[in-house]
């Protein structure tokens, strides 16, 4: 079966993903696709996996020092009024990380970004604001 997750850390293996903000100890960092919250980041394990609570406690400890060293970049470049964290698996079967910063002219402040409609969710920055995003986000992580 086809995994959306494999795909993107295989088109980052092959230099195919112009999203790709860094290699962290065990996941691939990329700029979510949807921008309506600047500088939303997604984790992806490195390997398929299906549950968080299947990797050994010591693959657990280093994938949440990968979130936490995405959001203290985040923080540090975007000064958002708050970081939220998101490990769902509904949709996607691979494990990965939501980190998603927050503002405050965000019109749904007490609630998860995906009760906003999606064409809302939808924005999408011009490629030359998008890169140089990834880029912001890539020095803060060093």
């Known amino acids: 079966m086809s995994c959306i997750g494999c795909d993107r850390v295989a088109a980052i293996k092959a230099g195919r993903n112009a999203d790709f903000v ?7 960092v990329t700029l979510a696709d949807e921008q309506a919250y600047r500088g939303y980041c997604i984790l992806y394990v490195k390997d398929h996996q299906e549950d968080l609570a299947a990797l050994s406690f010591e693959r657990q400890g280093r994938l949440w020092d990968d979130v936490a060293r995405v959001a203290a970049a985040l923080r540090r470049e975007l000064s958002p009024e708050r970081i939220n964290y998101a490990c769902l698996g509904n949709m996607l079967r691979h494990v990965h990380w939501h980190v998603t910063p927050r503002y405050t002219d965000d019109p749904e402040p007490q609630h998860p970004i995906w009760v906003r409609p999606l064409a809302e969710r939808r924005l999408a920055l011009p490629g030359a604001e998008r890169q140089e995003l990834v880029k912001k986000i890539r020095k803060a992580l060093g």
Not at 22 to 28: F, I, K, P, Q, T
């Open 22 to 28: 860094a290699e962290l100890s065990e996941s691939y």
